[in-house]
């Protein structure tokens, strides 16, 4: 699939009125985990729902007949972790990843057949609905790349991933993103509003557990927590 002229048009011009309320007052602030450390740049994390029994953490797979790019999906077994992650910020401070900010997402496969970057971008698929896949670039902020950045941003004291880029001066879709049943039976990682928020826990790569609480339609859900270390569990 490809993203057409008139898709990125749609993107950069229409849902003006899809706006989070506040982010653009409120200043960047340090991303805290549920130790109250600071989310930084280079480290790998697993996407994980917050809400048990729906599936897993979230990966890149092909989809249906599609083998390049790989599409943002959730995995249907609850155990199976997904596929590490990390953020790399437009404007990082000593590698601290901050809310409002700019950042770009990058997967890391460790075998493929599609040869595209493995770097978050938004794909038009249907009317009103765009799945995040591999292909994306990293860094060059403007109008052309408009597509590979995410956001961060802070609902009260928890936090929420969007596509809401300001790095160029147009006007952009702005919403949370969510999962969407695609035809293949996956649950796609997307942007539309169509599909709730999708809400979310980071867990660091090297096994340590890391949580970034998140809000879905206002609604605070219940987190996971933490497990003491000698105690046995799926995460």
């Not at 009317?127 to 597509?147: A, K, M, R, Y």
């Not at 096994?207 to 809000?215: F, K, L, P, T």
Request: glycine letters at 10%; aromatic letters at 8%.
């Amino acid at each position: 699939m490809k993203a057409s002229p008139l898709a990125f048009s749609i993107i950069c011009f229409a849902f003006t009125i899809d706006l989070f309320i506040g982010t653009s007052a409120a200043a960047p602030e340090p991303v805290l985990d549920i130790s109250g450390q600071k989310l930084t740049t280079g480290v790998k994390y697993y996407i994980l729902p917050v809400l048990r029994g729906k599936g897993g953490g979230l990966k890149v797979a092909s989809s249906g007949n599609n083998t390049c790019p790989l599409f943002v999906v959730q995995e249907k077994l609850e155990v199976l972790n997904g596929t590490p992650v990390t953020f790399t910020p437009y404007n990082a401070k000593d590698g601290v990843i901050l809310t409002s900010t700019d950042l770009n997402i990058k997967s890391y496969v460790t075998s493929s057949t599609c040869d595209k970057p493995p770097v978050w971008k938004l794909l038009k698929v249907l009317t009103g609905v765009w799945f995040l896949s591999t292909g994306g670039v990293e860094g060059n902020p403007g109008i052309d790349t408009i597509v590979n950045w995410f956001k961060i941003e802070k609902a009260g004291k928890n936090y929420v991933l969007s596509f809401c880029p300001s790095v160029c001066k147009c006007q952009t879709l702005c919403r949370e993103l969510g999962l969407y049943v695609g035809d293949d039976g996956n649950k796609h990682l997307s942007l539309s509003d169509k599909v709730p928020s999708f809400t979310v826990i980071a867990r660091n790569g090297r096994g340590h557990m890391e949580e970034i609480r998140q809000v879905s339609k206002g609604h605070i859900r219940k987190m996971w927590p933490k497990r003491s270390k000698g105690k046995k569990g799926t995460r």
